[in-house]
């Protein structure tokens, strides 16, 4: 390709690229393929002869896009944002055509000092102190432009371990280094993201994941006791990493009261700010990053609340000699004269090699100007509550979340699996991709506004589809759980002929004739015992094909059959209400994965049943009737804990062969 086909395709590219994003809403938001799909259209060997770029585009569009997730479809909100902004491509355009390697100043002077500018300006319009930007007289900080967040975290603690070595060695000045480094440690919440656990594990590092408050903030006392009681034997506190907006829920750790804890026990201070940081440049949300101040280290992504492709990872350091003398390497080939007058940021990360990152940010800011970036924020904040509104109308949802920025985490009232089970159904429609978390071991869906021009029609079409699915879901599964209704009539379950039948003895020594056919309990543990209460004293929750007495417990049991996409048949014990008992009757599993309703009552049985593929029944004792609520079965499940208040659980599990199911 000659420069002046160049300009041609090139043209033919952006027409492409327009016509594709403009047609967008007509595709499917994920792609319809299964692993391997790539391999069956494209050659094993690479051409040995040139090809023409009209079959390259014609094989992008028709082997390349079936197989793409299109994050800048309005259907697209899993994840956070992937920014796409027509200045910021442009901006990547004209890096990738200039393609200098910024690695040193005297190796591309105006990719350093462009960079070092926009981090200023980025620093100023999210409101940091100006200890952390690079021009302010007596400053010793500034910014930096990193791959990921995940590289920011991964630098971030690399510095504060250098630091305390340091620290160390001069206290100990004959101990090993390695001796010394295994008594660090690091801190974060258990709502942190991944790459803090995966960044001690390259420090070679400890890590202490700590439990967040109710709301999921990560709180002072909770730190402050971890670093007491790791000092108490001998470890030695570093770095801890807070989180600005978490990838789970959007929750906020307590900056203000963690940042004196630090303070006070020398210990660096990172806060991950990499979904919220960008929305601090709206003054009314500025008070989420108090306590700021006490930080050694802030990141965020402008790729997210900002429009800006990746990589565009923003980075400041309070004190950017502390994080050059961690990861300086200066061999001569490298060096230059201005070195002493300069800024060189491949003393500030792990690669050498550096893309003129700031280009794109530099025109993104420019041609949106502060106010326009902040109504882009608006915007999303206000579409993220208008969603939530909408689907806390419908009784069946509880959302999850405190909602502040653009993420609403939701769920449907029922188990775990019920959950699961609808947002597959709807990701595999294409009609709407979204993912789930765990929040406080309950699977709850994300909901994030990602779009570019997302508007309130979108949300309105997202809250109809998560309606009708639910819908679907629930007929297929039965799992709603409606008011108590009247009485029905309760049969026995005739003995399976594979049971091995044993006469037992009447509590007055004779043999019952009642019990001549019930299978021995011989394997059978922690069983629960007591009359069977009669046909009238029975009321039954509405799902289920039949009531049934089993003869090998004499449970009596409400069963119904149904079968779920994916994960093959089940038949599962619901819940009765009898005279002052309660029971979740026997829970039959065709796939061991399948127990739905007793996953939140003793997990450990649950856990030995799914191994084992037993089948599990579950008993909970009510003291008396007031005290048992008409609700559906996981609400009266998590009374297992609240003994004190009368409850008492007992379980049992039995080794039985497992019904199949056609």
């Known amino acids: 390709m000659d420069i002046n086909e160049f300009r041609r395709r090139g043209k033919e590219v952006v027409d492409y690229i327009a016509n594709h994003l403009e047609s967008i809403p007509n595709r499917r938001v994920t792609p319809n393929v299964e692993p391997g799909y790539l391999r069956d259209l494209i050659p094993d060997d690479p051409p040995e002869n040139g090809e023409c770029w009209d079959d390259i585009m014609r094989d992008v569009e028709n082997k390349i896009m079936i197989g793409v997730t299109h994050w800048q479809h309005p259907r697209f909100h899993a994840y956070f944002p992937a920014g796409n902004a027509f200045p910021s491509m442009l901006g990547d355009l004209l890096a990738n055509g200039i393609n200098g390697v910024g690695f040193s100043w005297a190796a591309n002077p105006a990719c350093t000092e462009l960079e070092t500018i926009v981090l200023d300006w980025l620093g100023k319009m999210i409101g940091l102190p100006e200890q952390f930007l690079a021009f302010p007289e007596h400053s010793t900080g500034g910014g930096v432009m990193q791959s990921s967040a995940s590289e920011c975290v991964l630098v971030s603690m690399l510095a504060a371990r250098a630091q305390a070595i340091k620290a160390l060695k001069q206290q100990h000045p004959f101990v090993e280094e390695g001796v010394l480094l295994s008594k660090l440690m690091a801190y974060c919440s258990k709502e942190?993201?991944?790459?803090?656990?995966?960044?001690?594990?390259?420090?070679?590092?400890?890590?202490?994941?700590?439990?967040?408050?109710?709301?999921?903030?990560?709180?002072?006392?909770?730190?402050?006791?971890?670093?007491?009681?790791?000092?108490?034997?001998?470890?030695?506190?570093?770095?801890?990493?807070?989180?600005?907006?978490?990838?789970?829920?959007?929750?906020f750790d307590n900056v203000a009261e963690i940042g004196p804890i630090c303070k006070a026990n020398h210990i660096w201070l990172h806060v991950d700010a990499a979904y919220a940081g960008c929305s601090f440049i709206c003054p009314e949300l500025k008070y989420l990053m108090k306590g700021i101040e006490y930080a050694s280290s802030f990141n965020t992504n402008a790729n997210k609340f900002m429009m800006v492709h990746l990589e565009a990872s923003t980075m400041w350091v309070r004190d950017r000699f502390t994080l050059t003398q961690a990861l300086v390497v200066d061999p001569l080939y490298l060096q230059h004269n201005y070195s002493d007058k300069s800024i060189d940021y491949r003393h500030w990360g792990i690669p050498l090699s550096r893309r003129f990152r700031a280009l794109k940010l530099w025109c993104t800011i420019r041609n949106y100007g502060v106010r326009g970036i902040r109504k882009y924020i608006r915007n999303h904040c206000s579409l993220a509550k208008e969603f939530e509104m909408m689907i806390s109308q419908d009784p069946r949802f509880q959302v999850v979340n405190k909602v502040i920025l653009g993420l609403v985490c939701f769920r449907l009232k029922g188990s775990n699996r019920l959950n699961q089970q609808l947002l597959s159904s709807i990701n595999e429609s294409g009609k709407l991709h979204m993912v789930p978390s765990s929040l406080n071991d309950r699977y709850v869906i994300r909901f994030c506004v990602c779009a570019e021009n997302a508007k309130s029609e979108d949300m309105v079409y997202a809250v109809n589809v998560i309606r009708e699915f639910a819908d679907m879901t629930m007929t297929t599964t039965q799992a709603y759980l409606g008011p108590i209704t009247g009485l029905e009539k309760v049969r026995k379950m005739p003995p399976s002929p594979r049971h091995v039948h044993k006469p037992r003895q009447s509590r007055g020594g004779e043999q019952s004739k009642e019990e001549e056919d019930v299978p021995s309990r011989r394997d059978s543990t922690s069983s629960t015992s007591s009359a069977v209460p009669s046909e009238a004293e029975c009321s039954v929750l509405p799902y289920g094909m039949s009531t049934t007495m089993s003869p090998l417990t004499g449970t009596i049991s409400r069963s119904f059959s149904c079968s779920t996409s994916g994960y093959g048949g089940i038949r599962a014990g619901q819940m009765l209400r009898t005279a002052g008992r309660t029971t979740l009757g026997l829970i039959n599993v065709e796939d061991s994965s399948l127990l739905d309703l007793g996953m939140h009552l003793n997990p450990m049985v649950t856990r030995a049943a799914q191994q084992s593929k037993f089948q599990a029944g579950f008993t909970i004792e009510v003291k008396s009737e007031d005290e048992f609520k008409e609700t559906n079965s996981l609400k009266v499940i998590r009374r297992e804990s609240k003994t004190k208040t009368g409850y008492s659980v007992s379980s049992s599990i039995q080794k039985r062969e497992i019904i199949k199911e056609s």
């Open 192 to 251: 942190a993201h991944s790459c803090v656990e995966k960044a001690a594990m390259i420090a070679f590092v400890k890590l202490r994941i700590l439990e967040p408050d109710d709301n999921f903030s990560l709180r002072g006392y909770t730190v402050q006791a971890a670093i007491e009681e790791d000092k108490a034997i001998g470890l030695i506190p570093f770095f801890v990493s807070t989180t600005l907006g978490t990838t789970s829920a959007c929750s």
